[in-house]
């Protein structure tokens, strides 16, 4: 269920400028944090134009104003690059619409901080792929991304869910959600738990490397699932990436791994037959190599040889987080049945047994493409 349940949206939208007459406005479900609106507004000379109004789940994200600050300063400096790259500024990022009294947000009675994008008219986002020139595309678009924020001012960006993508965190967590088992429901994932809890060792392999220096510390998207990325509907290609929230200082393997655990799923992240999740070797080839064709450069020797070992660490903190969330009642992400988490706890688990199976495979492909590229 949406959060917004109390508060009239038709309100919020009065707070922004007024771009015409209010045509009406509906709910987009994808997301599991956030709630969005697409709002249409009927034009003087008749056209219709839509406008992305979202309401930041501030449960999720506690300091909704710097994080505007984040979007601010990143489709700022996105916007800069694209032009002078010739490209638009108004597809390849997204824009902020402030409101009627100058702030980037609208705060609501309840708390809600609202904002107002653009809608990149004639794209589409792909939740399920079906071939692996779709999932190349995405990984150009990423890697291009990045590549465009290696030279943000890393220092002044805001860390809006502190210790995001910290998996030795995330794992403490679970221990943490394990204990109180406020849910109850302890019992329905012994299996789940100890699956989990037999790989600790794993958790600490990237923050390591970044606490350590030896890997560099980035400026990332870290929420890199495939339908992040907005196609153009005439050139079928990558344009936008969006979902800004959780840009912030990280590693690119985690902007690396994320994409994969949920696009070379061969199934979707809430499959109930468990024997249609695999990792896909060749969606895996197809993302390795347009992340490694517009990333490529900026990535060093550990990053690469760790981009197989990446897509487990992150599908398994994924799916340690839903099942936290499943022990800890269904607080943080939004679900659609009492078991929704447990459901995509046990795809991810699924997954991270079957790339643990194919981790060498993954690898000799991560070194086939090094050497086609000559990286
Ligand atoms: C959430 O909102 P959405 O669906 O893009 C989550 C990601 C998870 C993802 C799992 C802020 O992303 O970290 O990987 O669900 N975002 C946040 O599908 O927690
Ligand atoms: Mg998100």
Known sequence: MSITNTI?????????????KINGYKPITDGHINDTYVVEYLLADGKTEKYLLQRINTNVFKMPVELME??????????????AA?????????????????KNYVMSDDGGCWRLYNFVDDTYSINELTNPDDFRNAALTFGNFQKLLADYPIDTLHETIPNFHNTPSRFNDLKIAIENNFSGRKEECLPEIEFALAREKDCAVITDLLDSGVMPLKVTHNDTKLNNV???KKTNKGICVVDLDTVMPGSSLYDFGDSIRFG??????????????????????????GYLETAGDSLTKEEIDLLPFASKLLTFECGMRFLGDFLNGDVYFKTEYPEHNLVRARTQFKLVADIEAKMDEMSAIVDEIKKLKKI
Request: aromatic share 10%; net charge negative.
């Open 264 to 289: 070379a799923n061969t199934a979707a992240e809430d499959e109930k037959d468990l024997s249609k999740v695999s990792l896909s070797l060749e969606y895996f080839k197809a993302y390795v190599d």
């Open 86 to 102: 010739g490209g638009d500024p108004m597809r390849e990022t997204l824009t902020v619409y402030p409101a009627k009294d100058g």
């Open 70 to 83: 984040n979007v601010m300063g990143v489709t700022a400096h996105l916007k800069n690059k694209i032009i």
């Open 230 to 232: 907005l196609f153009d």
């Open 8 to 20: 009239n949206v038709l309100d919020i939208i009065k707070q922004f400028p007024e771009f015409g």
